[in-house]
């Protein structure tokens, strides 16, 4: 199953990794990366519409839906090493300079290419997270129960690979339902997402726990050195930040320069929920 009118195909990053792409359109390039527990369907509805005038590269993360999992040897699956995945896909296609969109977990590779490669990214659009480093900070106390998962999955292996496994669908199964408002936007792909997540369940696990660890490390040399996102950077969130007790958009200036920072209605889901809302701040933050 992929995007409808577009090309599927397998292509081979620098560590000799496959990711599993979906490429349609032509134009400036674009490239969308999908979040948790998803696939690169996530962005089907948008990435229609930006296929109009764009040329939108959609691929499932390494670990996830398609694309290969390749063993953990410690920085695997740091978001450095994604980072660099989606830099070599983009070139794969031609594109030495595209304009980049993540939303949950690609929105962490995502934050990570703009600051690792701010020549290639001409414009960053996060969905819904904080960059890594906030995350960590802002979770504490009897709200951080919603975040549970990050703390189950930061565990060392491989007791947390057995106790998902053990009830892989009650467990992916469980955020595609909490984390949305309108259910029947997810209707057409539930079962494909609990499928993809249930044979990748050591690599989502790694990719969560480095996130704990070398992520953060990262992030924190970034922060001593000053480095931060020198494009146009547009962050569409949810208003969990007033639930947690904290400035989300204050978080955010700390790491970017050139910044919009939006608030949505809508559940954590949002190019499944609201794709048109989502379409207009793409293409806003393309015209900055």
Known sequence: ???????????????????????????????????????????????????????????????????????????TYA????AADVVAVAKAFGFDRFALAGHDRGAL???????????????????????TL??????????AAVGFHLYLMAQAPDLPEQLIAGAPDAFFGHFLDAWTTRPEALADVRETYLAASRAAIGSIVADYRASAGVDVADDEEDRRAGNRLRMPVTVLQQDWGAALGFDAAGRWRAWADDLVHETVTCGHFMAEEAPADVVRALRSLFAR
């Open 1 to 75: 199953m992929t995007i409808a009118g577009f090309d599927q195909q397998h292509v081979t990053v620098a560590d000799g990794v496959r990711l599993n792409v979906a490429v349609g359109g032509s134009g400036s390039p674009v490239v969308l990366l999908h979040g948790f527990p998803q696939t690169h369907l996530m962005w089907r509805h948008v990435a229609a519409d930006l296929a109009a005038d764009h040329t939108v590269i959609c691929p499932d993360l390494r670990g996830y839906g398609a694309s290969d999992q390749p063993a953990d040897t410690g920085r």
């Open 79 to 82: 978001k450095r090493t994604m």
């Open 109 to 131: 590779v995502a934050i990570r290419t703009g600051l690792d490669h701010p020549d290639a990214v001409t414009h960053l659009a996060s969905l819904d997270v904080l960059p």
């Open 134 to 143: 906030d995350m960590w900070e802002v979770m504490q106390g009897r709200s």
